[in-house]
């Protein structure tokens, strides 16, 4: 298996990040809206995980002085079980505690067991419930909070 390589998303990637959103969720974020977010969103904040040249997953957030809130993590269902979601999630927990961040927020669907329990072994916490939070189908979504981020690392890059 090929070596897979997590850094910092450009817009270059918009493409082929928004493919893999498009596999993953029924709501898609548009192509256009990984541009505006990597162009005029000073406080986006996006990873992707790539395999021999090919973008398998992805993971995003916004910082806002000492808060995060991750606002999508992605892998592709044939990618999925080799800890990439858990590496872009601890990367970019790293990546908010260089910026200052002193914990982070999501919101994962309620039968979302897998990423429950991957946010859980994170150090994430559940703090309440979002009624209907998902216009698709009407889901109720999980609150979860990480107040435990790692220390600022100067060699993080």
Known sequence: MAEVIIRRM???DAEAVHT????????????DAFIQEMRSNPV?????????????G???AHIILDEGHITNVAVLR?????????????????????????YLTL???ESNAAAISLYASLGFFKVSVRKRYYQDSGED????VCDRLPPADPEFS
């Open 10 to 12: 450009s817009l270059a």
């Open 107 to 109: 919101e994962v669907r």
């Open 141 to 144: 979504a999980l609150l979860m």
């Open 58 to 60: 992805f993971a995003g």
């Open 44 to 56: 986006a904040r996006y990873l992707v995980a790539q395999e021999t040249g090919r973008i398998i």
């Open 20 to 31: 893999v959103e498009a596999a993953c969720f029924p709501n898609a974020w548009p192509e």
């Open 78 to 102: 044939e990618s999925r079980g080799r800890g990439i979601g858990r590496s872009l999630m601890k990367a970019l927990m790293q990546y908010a505690a260089n910026l200052g961040a002193g």
